[in-house]
């Protein structure tokens, strides 16, 4: 095994075939690694901001066998970073060796690079960060009586001390950048740091649901991750009760050479970038194209092709096959055989997915699925039957013609023909005609996409209090995505207020024409605030507040509205500047089949 320290420490069970890692005593020294060795390593910026330290150090606790890490954050990580773990220590005689560039205790031999278990190896990153920063790292190894620490300004050792401490190592991170001004001018506020920290933290906790791990701001918990014996109970720690209530799993067959364990959500809860469909490997949390790829196209047709899947999965390769030494970061990795994992990963999420119950169903009503999380996924139910025929339903409301007399009539604008209403199907679809052609409108895409563009002119909201406020768990990523967005969601009329632990509640609610947004709607809308990364335009975060608060306030699928409720919304659909013909979340509003499409299905053709 490759330095002798392997990459996924507890619970290998639950993963078939990972490398188990030996017992801290075989902890091998850290050492210079041979010049040879250091031109073969990817070079590269380590540090880019809070987030990769934090990245760094946690998977340093790991390397070392940790089972409890704590992340310290002041000012979003930018003025302090203290990660504290309870693995093997690092001995006296070697702290100097641990912040040198290319030295470490992972990698004996060259050849090892070519089955790398550890997370690290290239012995770079404390050297990188202490470079950058003032650094501090104290360690007790088992059999030391107290721990001893060293010091560092700007790479340079300004003081060695003894300590007080139980086994483990703590390293503190002051003041990144301070002498680099030209790269602290792209560090970010503390908020927006701190919530890329929380989604770093989060994403390792999938790798390795085993690891206890917690983060704290100041005096403030602002995650706790409890060590999870299943990644199915991890998952619901970090994405929330929706997540549990539509979660299903997905496992590689016993006896393949590839082994997979993941944690998805049904087609009802979604999010508007990828960055909600965490990948790893071997206990490396990685992004790979490819393998997302394959999980967004098992969804194909069960979501609109502008919205994710989420959830967490965790695979496990020979190392043999896995090249970590292709990126700077090592969020990157090169797996051999990329293309037929992906394919296998396809196909079994695919099967759990449409083997599942109410997949079609979330068309129609957002009914959460009954299945807990310890559901097998394997449920059968035949999609079509969730997809119900057309028959009246009790209130006969389903399916009707607009009033006898004249159709409801929407004059046409100089770009869209006039329309006449003629019914509606499912509360959802409105059939209509235009210009000869037969005309199908989405009532909730339709409503959504005026709410967006009214919202966005007009810019503001109006505000409805709740008679009944009502109280919401947040993930801590939610929570940070509110810590960083007050002041936005505060003008976009909600008013949150903390609880008591993960808890907020929620006062009052944009309201917009009658239409209120529902308070049940924020930890999706936080989802969305925290994918936004890096948003450099202000302007990015308000259109997002703006298409989630439509989407919300919208005319939802499965509400009977009038003919002349969809008449003014149609209308207004009319007068807007943009296209007009897709919901802020991209799907179309209405499709048009012409006249000679239909006469082409009855075979009409040239009539
Ligand atoms: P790498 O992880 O690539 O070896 P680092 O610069 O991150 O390089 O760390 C250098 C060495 O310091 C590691 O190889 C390891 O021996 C030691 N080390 C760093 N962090 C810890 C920790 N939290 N616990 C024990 N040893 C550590
Ligand atoms: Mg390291």
């Known amino acids: 095994m490759a330095g002798g320290v392997a990459s996924t420490p507890r619970g290998p069970a639950a993963i078939r075939g990972l490398p188990v890692r030996p017992p801290a005593a075989a902890r091998a020294p850290i050492r210079r690694l041979p010049p040879a060795t250091i031109e073969r390593i990817a070079a590269g910026e380590v540090v880019e901001g809070p987030a990769s330290i934090v990245k760094e150090l946690v998977e340093n606790s790991i390397d070392a066998g940790a089972t409890e890490v704590e992340v310290l954050l002041e000012g979003g990580g930018l003025e302090r970073i203290a990660v504290s773990d309870d693995g093997a220590g690092i001995p006296l005689t070697e702290l100097d060796l641990a912040v040198q560039r290319h030295a470490t205790s992972k990698l004996s031999d060259p050849a090892d690079l070519a089955r790398i278990s550890s997370l690290g190896f290239r012995g770079e990153a404390l050297a990188a960060i202490a470079q950058v920063s003032r650094l501090r790292l104290v360690s007790r190894p088992p059999d030391a009586a107290s721990a001893h620490g060293i010091a560092l300004d700007g790479g340079r050792v300004v003081e060695r001390f003894e300590a007080g401490r139980a086994v483990g190592t703590t390293v503190e991170v002051r003041d990144v950048f301070y002498n680099t001004p030209a790269r602290r001018k792209f560090l970010r506020s503390p908020a927006a740091e701190q919530v890329d920290v929380l989604a770093t933290v989060e994403r390792i906790y999938l790798a390795h649901p085993d690891l206890a791990l917690s983060v704290r701001s100041g005096s403030d918990e602002v995650a706790r991750y409890p060590r999870a014996a299943k990644l199915e109970e991890a998952a619901t720690w970090v994405y929330g009760p929706d997540f549990v209530t539509a979660q299903f799993s997905v496992r590689s067959a016993a006896g393949e050479p590839v082994g997979f364990h993941g944690v998805l959500a049904r087609p009802t809860v979604s999010r508007g970038t990828s960055v909600g469909i965490q990948l790893s490997v071997n206990g490396r949390a990685i992004v790979s194209r490819t393998l997302s790829q394959a999980v967004r196209t098992a969804y194909q047709d069960y979501l609109p092709r502008t919205r994710f899947p989420v959830g967490a999965i965790r695979l496990s390769l020979d190392p043999a096959r896995v090249d970590v030494n292709v990126h700077p970061t090592k969020r990157e990795v090169r797996i051999q055989g990329e293309r037929e994992l992906a394919d296998t990963l396809r196909r079994a999420i695919r099967i759990a997915l449409v083997g599942g ?26 999609l079509v039957a969730a997809a119900r025929p057309l028959r009246p339903a009790p209130s006969g409301q389903q399916t009707r013609l607009v009033e006898p007399g004249p159709a409801p009539r929407i004059a046409g604008t100089g770009r869209h023909p006039a329309l006449s209403l003629l019914g509606s199907l499912f509360r959802l679809y409105w059939v209509a005609e235009s ?31 709740l008679m009944d406020p009502v109280r919401l768990p947040l993930t801590p990523r939610q ?26 509640r929620v006062e009052s609610v944009p309201s917009y024409r009658g239409r209120r947004a529902e308070a049940r709607s924020l930890p999706a809308l936080l989802d969305e605030l925290a994918d936004g990364g890096r948003p450099t335009v202000p302007e990015g975060l308000a259109e997002r507040v703006a298409a989630s608060v439509a989407c919300h306030a919208a005319v939802r699928a499965g509400d009977a509205i009038s003919a002349e409720e969809l008449g003014r919304i149609l209308e207004a659909l009319y007068r807007t500047e943009s296209p007009a013909y897709a919901c802020p979340h991209g799907r179309p509003v209405l499709v048009r089949l012409s006249r000679s499409r239909l006469d082409g299905w009855f075979l009409r053709r040239g009539t």
Do not use: C, K, M
């Open 357 to 382: 119950s109410q997949v079609a169903d979330l068309v129609r009503s957002r009914r959460p699925v009954t299945e807990g999380p310890q559901g097998t996924g394997r449920e059968r139910a035949p």
């Open 435 to 465: 210009d000869g052609d037969l005309v199908l409108v989405d009532q909730h895409a339709a409503s959504e996409r005026v709410l967006y563009d009214e919202l966005r002119a007009t810019g503001r909201l109006g505000r409805q209090e």
């Open 479 to 504: 929570r940070s995505a509110w810590a960083t967005n007050q002041e936005l969601l505060r003008s976009a009329g909600f008013t949150i207020r903390p609880f008591g632990g993960d808890q907020v």
